[in-house]
């Protein structure tokens, strides 16, 4: 989990340089997110994770914290395993 963790504090830390996100700080609310982003996020888990982001996946509760986030990479990496 801190694995993940980090590695989405990096990539977000790019896109909100003046502002260090708390784990639970929900990232739309901030006013710093645009439909680019939500995109850009969405690639870099598909490919950091090797996970797929489905059209049923697109729930902003899914990606609203960094805590949300590491859940739901958790979850479809653990379907993946189950497989």
């Known amino acids: 989990m801190e694995e993940i963790k980090g590695k989405i504090k990096v990539f977000l830390s790019r896109f909100f340089r003046k502002h260090e996100l ?22 870099f ?11 049923k996946d697109m729930d902003l509760n899914n990606f609203k914290t960094i805590n949300s986030t590491v859940s739901f990479i958790e979850s479809k990496m653990n379907l993946v395993e189950a497989k």
């Open 22 to 43: 708390g784990d639970d700080e929900n990232i739309f609310e901030l006013g710093f997110v645009n439909s680019l982003f939500a995109m850009q996020l969405i690639m």
């Open 45 to 55: 888990l598909e490919k950091e994770f090797s996970i797929r982001v489905e059209n």
